[in-house]
């Protein structure tokens, strides 16, 4: 349970007032359809999920946790900065 929970807690946090968050409040207002948008948004949340958890499960048969951690790090930067410069 402890994977669960540090999980839920890490992704929850990192969700809140993300991109994501922000296109589900757009697409609401705009369609007047919450329960149609908040399953879509699930939907796909899901999806991606999946798709990390496969790729993560195969990435690390063949590559260190340790780089994969430094791949990722390193990508959050870039992405950030970027995002500082309106460039994504």
Known sequence: MKTFWVTFVTLFVAELGDKTQLAVISLTSKTQEPIKVFIGAAC????????????????????????????AAAAFVVIGILMFFDKL
């Open 44 to 71: 796909a949340l899901v999806l991606v999920t999946l798709l990390g958890v496969v790729l993560g499960e195969i990435l690390v048969r063949y590559v260190p946790v340790t780089v994969i951690k430094k791949i």
